[in-house]
């Protein structure tokens, strides 16, 4: 397989967000709480505000856009924390390691912006996301919610799950 490499995009490269975003809603719509429809008429200045709110990382493999992750904060009991979401991963390329470049690269900006930990929100009864997570090092907390999007592989509940960021 190629070299997969992950970066950070700048508020200037909206529309390549805007481009893998619509593509994983338009694959994936139950992962996500928006729809390819809501977002595909958005404008520039609302995918720009999009960028300055939080960070926004960028898998490619050979030039090619094949996943992204967002990371932002939440305020937690415990202070302001960041926050993995938006996680996706073309489906050809699923199982080949990109979307743990994307959680250790959200872990890094997480970091780097002075978090002590990243929360990252998953279905209760989707195994495969819990046993992802979980593989990480992320660590169930009791945090509860009602689960944002209809999908049969999450559940009627999502639980946040926490890693911690200290060496």
């Not at 505000?49 to 094949?66: F, H, I, K, T, Y």
């Not at 994307?102 to 195994?127: P, R």
């Not at 009791?142 to 200290?166: F, Q």
Request: proline fraction near 3%; include cysteine; charged fraction near 30%.
């Amino acid at each position: 397989m190629a070299d997969i490499t992950v970066r950070e995009l700048t508020e200037e490269e909206w529309d390549q967000y805007r481009s893998v975003r619509l593509a994983a809603l338009q694959e994936s719509p139950e992962a996500f709480v928006a729809s390819y429809d809501e977002e595909s008429d958005y404008d520039e200045e609302y995918w720009r505000l999009r960028m300055r709110r939080s960070q926004r990382l960028l898998a490619e493999c050979d030039g090619e856009p094949v996943g992204i992750a967002s990371v932002g904060e939440v305020d937690t009991d415990d202070g302001c924390q960041g926050e993995l979401f938006g996680l996706w991963v073309s489906p050809a390329l699923r199982g080949k390691g990109i979307a743990t470049k994307l959680v250790s690269a959200g872990a890094k900006n997480a970091s780097e912006q002075g978090h002590s930990h990243l929360y990252y929100w998953v279905g209760t009864d989707n195994g495969r996301a819990v046993a992802f997570a979980s593989g990480f090092g992320f660590r169930p907390t009791d945090k509860r919610r009602p689960v944002r999007v209809e999908s049969e592989e999450d559940g009627d509940e999502e639980i946040a799950m926490v890693l911690s960021l200290a060496d």
